[in-house]
């Protein structure tokens, strides 16, 4: 099945930090741009950050954007999402999906354009 499995999220005080995982099953990564996309309950699906397939470049909202790190290992087939000054409205599920183009501009609403959605990992920022 080809799929990814998303990792590390958790309950934490504003201003904290955690760092999410996902792991690829079924399917190499290096053909593939990533994202990282979160929804929180009753709204939509939005992309915070991208890594670009051809040149490894990273792209991220205004709203995460100095706070939020991708990274890729592709000899790990891994992804990874670092994120630091937490704030209560980072609060969501979050999923890491692929798309075979590089980042577009507008990732942050494109995520119909990606695949091989995991279950999410919940993060919960307390105030």
């Known amino acids: 099945q080809l799929q990814f499995v998303e990792s590390g999220g958790g309950l934490v005080q504003s201003g904290g930090s955690l760092r999410l995982s996902c792991a690829a099953s079924?399917?190499?990564?290096?053909?593939?741009?990533i994202g990282w996309f979160r929804q929180a309950p009753g709204k939509e699906r939005w992309g915070v950050s991208c890594?670009?397939?051809?040149?490894?470049?990273?792209h991220y909202v205004p709203s995460v954007k100095g706070r939020f790190t991708i990274s890729r290992d592709n000899a790990k087939n891994m992804v990874y999402l670092e994120m630091n000054s937490l704030k209560p409205e980072d609060s969501a599920v979050y999923y890491c999906a692929v798309v075979k183009t590089d980042c577009s501009y507008d990732f942050e609403i494109a995520a119909v354009r990606y695949d091989y959605w995991g279950q999410g990992t919940q993060v919960i920022v307390s105030s």
């Open positions: 079924g399917f190499t990564l290096d053909s593939y741009s």
């Open positions: 890594v670009s397939r051809s040149d490894g470049s990273t």
